[in-house]
């Protein structure tokens, strides 16, 4: 019995080299004026980044490089594609987030 090593080899290349594009994640700036909220979370005014994982659905909001904390969206399809990252508001709550060319959301609860 003879193993072939090169096609395992190959194999094992184009699984790693595709391992960052599972991961993909969308980043945006939000600068808030007035206090927000977030989950359970009420944000101060200043400046934040939202960084949304759409392969887990997670939305980590940070601020000056520190993790202000994670949170769990619903995936919603849109009717078209969004134009621009959009941050919706219901209120002063954060509802959703809209991705630049994607017919994917996350809904925020």
Known sequence: M????APFVAFLSVLFLSCPVWAHSESTPLDLSQ????????LKPGQYRLIANLSTDQVR???KGKVIGTFTGTPVTL???SEQTAIVFNG???SEIQFTGKTEALKLD
């Open 35 to 42: 206090p927000a909220t977030i989950g359970s979370t009420t």
């Open 2 to 5: 003879k193993i072939r090593v």
């Open 92 to 94: 002063r709550q954060i």
């Open 79 to 81: 009717q078209t594609k």
């Open 61 to 63: 909001v940070e601020r």
